[in-house]
């Protein structure tokens, strides 16, 4: 089996199909020990499964203390049955006792669900009967509960439907008399609901069974049934209603698609936030990933968002801990200085005080994102309007300068601002009004500077590049000296691919002025661009110099220093740029597009709003992650990053090309045949997304290489 990885690198190699069983039963799950390195298959030919976790609603009483958590007291069920008493031998099960061996060991592991052992009860095989769970489930569990506790219920094993009723099988259950020897999820959901108490209830059921026993619609029932048991919980289940899940010997030597990843998510993989702390929103995404990302899309573990406590804590890894690091503080602080005294200061359009030669004003609390800035003093032209980013945590100084005597007309004074109004409120309504203000301004004063820049920020965010270049030029023309309408008509040139001109323009912005940040950070992106990457790093780490907390900067110098085989020295600086672009979504939209520069030369993004190149720049950060481990061999780390850079920007053919490529070469190094076909999905949304980029062809044989060996198997 042959894969194009570039256009001269060729890889082989092949892995003998694995058997698989499929079957419907169902386990309650939370967590196994695996060994390290064994990756598992994609299942194929299976038997199936169905899970599902719930929890009361209430808060969960996690400490504000750093790194000290409260467990609370925890008690726990855990049945497994694989053989039955009265089944035939070809409606036997394999794995539930080693599913509910593998469960108990997590749960009371202090790298996982840290339970008492003496709390956790374990039934498998004959032990499972009938009256057994009765006592445990309507006795035992009622009786030492408290309302404080955590209680999980695990089952793995036979599901049944009679009469319109499901019914979970215990080890003596008679297909003759299933009402009367079955335990009926009525009765479980009576049972946690109305008897069990606890602050934090679970239940994780993998629901399971061969057509042979029941028609597929009993799937749907099975499923439905035990997603509805009690909405106070926290719910994960294993596939959608209609589906099955899949398990395989070569699953950790014989487990569930779903069961491996939910333990490899309690063992720490979830744990995104890196506090130690796996919380019911972490698991759920994790393992929702991950199944999906193996089985194609076949299936698919559902959570019922808003109905449990996000911050649910499901299992504890101290090791996971990462010491001093908090997180990203939200809020950061513009310092304004003034070259004169008697300078008063306009933010976002509200005045926040008069800033005097040598005494700067300080303004903490400023939500994160791009600020419109004004001085303005009387007698004189106004330093501004312009635009400063507030960065997550971090000071940003700025420099106010009242220089030349006033010769402008309120009127057109006035103008400005209203269109800087609706300028800086994003969407094509609003730049459409701005638009009209700013051309009423520039009017009424032809040598007005600044309302034929930001006529060309308009028309530029509205795709109208041609008048866009208009205005620019119009502004430069005005004043020779304006560098920030340099730097602006560079970031638009950049968009259009006219990098040479853009080169020009930047380098004139950065000789008038060499303390230009934004010329220079513009300058690393023209110049990698061009790839010329020692270039490229040297302006960055200018920009930089001059402004340490400007992200894109960081980004921009990242890139060349991937592109230039620096990986390790690239994925620190990604990091930095992801850390310092840390805003909360909702706040993205404030990010300004001429301040952040767009990132060109992927493939034709289109934005309809600001929001958009803050995706497309953290997208494109990630996929930087994704790509530098990769070619350190990084297999699982590059898949992750990959899967975060889809989560800003699912249609990047790039990225899919990558994670495709990716899943390959796991596949191959490991000898695990079931990744390929994951693989192969990201090839062919590639090629849906842009079949005509220059790694199509490259796709294109990967995919046949992939098709004509897993046919050979």
């Known amino acids: 089996m042959n894969f194009d990885w570039h256009i001269s690198n060729r890889l082989s190699g092949s892995r003998r199909a694995a058997e698989y069983l499929a079957r419907f039963c169902a386990a309650a799950i939370l967590a196994w020990p695996l060994a390290a390195q064994q990756t598992p298959p994609k299942p194929v030919d299976t038997q199936q499964r169905d899970l599902r976790l719930e929890k009361d609603t209430g808060p969960a009483s996690l400490p504000t203390q750093p790194h000290v958590v409260r467990i609370p007291r925890s008690y726990a069920l855990v049945v497994g049955i694989s053989e039955y008493k009265n089944l035939a031998a070809a409606q036997q099960l394999q794995f539930p006792d080693r599913d509910a061996d593998s469960v108990y060991s997590i749960l009371i592991s202090t790298e996982g669900g840290n339970f008492k052992a003496e709390n956790v009860h374990k039934l498998t095989g004959a032990k499972a009967t009938l009256d057994r769970l009765r006592y445990e489930l309507e006795q035992w569990l009622p009786s030492v509960s408290k309302e404080d506790d955590r209680v999980l219920i695990y089952f793995a094993g036979h599901g049944f439907v009679y009469q319109g009723k499901a019914y979970l099988a215990p080890y003596d259950i008679d297909l003759k008399n299933i009402a009367g020897t079955g335990y009926a999820m009525e009765a479980l959901s009576r049972d946690i609901s109305a008897k069990i108490k606890g602050k934090w ?169 791009s600020h419109i800035i004004k001085g303005v003093k009387m007698g004189y032209e106004p330093d501004g309007p312009r635009e400063e980013v507030v960065y997550p945590g971090q000071e940003t100084t700025v420099s106010i300068k009242i220089l030349i005597v006033k010769h402008r007309s309120k009127a057109a004074l006035d103008l400005l601002d209203k269109g800087m109004e609706l300028y800086t409120k994003g969407r094509a309504e609003n730049y459409r009004k701005a638009a009209v203000h700013f051309e009423q301004a520039l009017a009424m004063d032809p040598t007005y500077s600044q309302a034929a820049l930001y006529l060309g920020r308009t028309y530029n965010a509205l795709f109208e590049q041609e008048k866009a270049e208009q205005y620019f030029r119009k502004a430069v023309e005005i004043d020779a000296d304006y560098v920030e309408a340099h730097a602006s008509y560079a970031g638009m040139l950049l968009d259009i691919g006219n990098v040479d001109e853009a080169v020009r323009q930047l380098i004139s912005a950065v000789g008038r002025d060499a303390k230009c940040s934004m010329g220079w950070y513009l300058l690393a992106q023209a ?26 900067a960081h980004f921009w110098l990242a890139e060349s220093l991937r592109l230039n085989g620096s990986y390790e020295e690239a994925r620190k600086e990604y990091n930095t740029y992801l850390k310092l672009s840390d805003f909360d979504s909702k706040l993205a939209g404030q990010l300004n597009y001429y301040v952040l520069g767009f990132l060109t030369g992927f493939g034709k993004k289109k934005r309809a709003a600001q929001q958009d190149i803050w995706k497309d720049l953290r997208s494109l950060a990630y996929f930087g992650l994704c790509d530098a481990e990769r070619k350190q061999s990084h297999f699982d780390q590059a898949i992750t990053y990959c899967e975060k850079a889809l989560g800003y920007d699912s249609g990047d053919p790039y990225v899919h090309f990558a994670l495709g490529l990716v899943l390959a070469k796991k596949a191959q190094q490991n000898g695990i045949v079931e990744m390929l076909p994951a693989a192969r999905q990201h090839f062919v949304a590639m090629l849906n997304i842009n079949g005509e980029m220059a790694e199509a062809d490259l796709a294109r044989k990967n995919i046949a290489s992939i098709d004509a060996f897993l046919k050979s198997q």
């Open 201 to 369: 209830k679970v239940l994780l059921t993998d629901s399971c069974h061969s057509g042979a026993i029941n028609p597929d619609t009993d799937v749907q029932l099975i499923n439905g049934t035990l997603s509805n048991l009690n909405r106070s919980l926290f719910s994960l289940t294993a596939s959608r209603d209609r589906e099955r899940s899949f398990e395989s010997k070569d699953w950790g030597g014989g487990h569930g698609i779903f069961t491996y990843y939910v333990v490899k998510g309690l063992e720490g993989a979830a744990d995104e936030s890196r506090d130690g702390i796996v919380t019911a929103d972490e698991l759920a995404e994790y393992v929702h990933r991950n199944v999906r990302e193996a089985t194609g899309a076949q299936q698919n573990p559902t959570s019922e968002r808003g109905s449990f406590d996000s911050n649910m804590m499901l299992a504890f890894v101290p090791s996971n801990v990462q010491p001093g690091a908090p997180p990203p503080p939200k809020f950061g602080t513009l310092v304004l200085e003034a070259n004169t005294t008697g300078v008063e200061v306009f933010v976002d359009g509200k005045s926040v005080g008069v800033v005097n030669k040598g005494t700067p004003l300080s303004l903490p609390g400023l939500v994160p994102g």
């Open 527 to 552: 110049y990698r661009m061009k790839d010329a990457y020692p270039q490229s790093i040297e302006a960055a780490g200018k920009a930089i110099q001059l402004a340490p907390n400007n992200a894109e």
